[in-house]
């Protein structure tokens, strides 16, 4: 008898599932399986790289802790304009660029200068010297880049680009876009699978009796993933908010979504004849009467005319975004921006960026992001080894599936490809790489139709 032939009870049929349902099921296994091959190397090293970022702030504490931390704290803080005046002190041929005063009492004030030498600019170098702010000495200094230490940034580049500059963030948006459909793909093979189970339990519970090495693989490989899914979509959703391509926005006009925080018009002021202005310690009071507290980071005048702008910077929860313009000359605040102002796109970035590198609700939140993170890299172990011990694919080009387009309905597919469309200006990465999809898709199905049919077994 041959290995294809089937037997059932005379007079029953085998039930046929809808034409749309196996659709799906095609489409979903070609993008599950293809996708997944091409796409998961690149989800290990930004998995990598991600988990070594996420613990940051512990890396710092150990490699900066002379710098980030006083010796000894004392009583009463001297003011912060003496704090200033002792880093100019050390650096005559700089100008002030900004102060973040200490976060916690036992923290050292920052004082960022810009000095010859080093690029400006918001994210540009600068000399950031570390003030104790009881004794007023020098802890250290740093050479920093929009106000994040060295290892910060290294690590923060290795993560989203590996040091390749703008042709490496293609990478971390191509994981990033494509987990997603990727995860989506597997819920709808593995729930698929349900309508055979006789037990609910078996589509979150490894079964104890799977037989063979490749039943036992997916009987792991389908509930740890359905377990997962949310927190990896989460984890991609929010990595894409933060982006270059995606969420990255070059201006406020350039952002018709509105992902981005409001930032300040910072509108330049009258300058009176005769009358001095006001120095950091007053803007840091007028700053704290508007309701401003936690770590503040006061950007001083760059120019004539030009106004204060003080931030809360604080991480977690709940989240301080105000920002304030001061007018040096008569104290008065200009401008206010409050969390009310944010749109609701700009709050869900804000925390988004907060959970994506672990500080929204502190380590609790690293100990999520490590067990989600392990979790993909075990579905990815498990998952090539599902390849390796029983590849459909491998040199059986009979096996392989038509083309997923040929798949859908016309209907459903001008939808699709309205949908692509969408997605090219939303997501102009996964919107590039799905049409090569498509088309290496097209080209296996051609080369499909031109080769011989592999005899099966009898």
């Not at 998952?383 to 040199?395: K, L």
């Amino acid at each position: 008898m041959s290995a294809t032939t089937e037997t059932r009870p005379p007079g029953k049929r085998k039930k046929q599932p809808a034409r749309g349902m196996t659709g799906l099921r095609v489409i979903a296994r070609r993008v599950h399986f293809m996708a997944g091959i091409v796409v998961s190397p690149f989800l290990v090293v930004l998995s990598l790289t991600g988990l070594v970022y996420v613990f940051s702030p512990q890396i710092h504490d150990n490699l900066y802790h002379s710098q980030l931390y006083v010796n000894e704290v004392g009583a009463t803080p001297k003011p912060v304009s003496e704090q200033v005046r002792a880093a100019m002190t050390a650096h005559p041929e700089a100008a002030l660029r900004q102060v973040i005063t200490s976060p916690a009492p036992d923290r050292t004030t920052r004082v960022v200068l810009s000095v010859p030498g080093l690029a400006g600019g918001d994210d540009g170098q600068a000399r950031t010297v570390f003030v104790d702010p009881y004794t007023g000495y020098i802890n250290g200094e740093l050479t920093t880049a929009g106000n994040r230490m060295p290892a910060n940034t290294w690590l923060r580049d290795l993560h989203s680009n590996l040091h390749l500059g703008e042709p490496g963030r293609w990478y971390a948006e191509l994981c990033a876009s494509w987990l997603p459909v990727i995860v989506l793909g597997g819920l709808v093979l593995w729930l698929a699978q349900s309508r055979r189970r006789r037990r609910t339990r078996d589509l979150f519970v490894p079964p104890r009796k799977a037989k063979g090495g490749w039943l036992r693989l997916r009987g792991l490989h389908g509930p740890l993933g359905l377990w997962l899914s949310a927190g990896l979509v989460v984890i991609a959703v929010s990595g894409l908010l933060i982006s270059q391509f995606t969420g990255g926005r070059d201006s406020q006009e350039n952002d018709p979504m509105r992902l981005r925080a409001p930032t300040l018009a910072a509108a330049p002021v009258v300058v009176p004849e005769g009358v001095e202005p006001i120095g950091v310690d007053r803007v840091l009071e007028i700053a704290k009467s508007q309701g401003l507290h936690g770590e503040l980071l006061v950007t001083a005048p760059a120019r004539a005319g030009a106004v204060y702008t003080v931030m809360e910077r604080a991480a977690g929860i709940p989240l301080q975004r105000d920002n304030i313009s001061i007018d040096p000359f008569t104290g008065e605040v200009t401008e206010h921006i409050g969390w009310d102002d944010y749109s609701f796109l700009a709050k869900l970035t804000s925390v988004a960026a907060e959970f994506h590198t672990g500080t929204l609700f502190g380590l609790a939140n690293q100990i999520v992001l490590t067990v989600l993170v392990t979790g993909l890299l075990v579905l990815i172990g498990l998952g090539y080894r599902m390849w390796w011990v029983r590849s459909p694919y491998r040199g059986k080009w009979k096996a392989l599936p038509t083309a997923a387009w040929k798949q859908l309905s016309l209907p459903m597919a001008a939808l699709g490809f309205l949908a692509i469309v969408a997605l090219t200006w939303v997501l102009p990465v996964f919107g590039a790489s799905l049409l090569v999809f498509l088309a290496v898709d097209a080209g296996i199905s051609a080369l499909q139709r031109r080769k011989k049919p592999v005899p099966r077994a009898t």
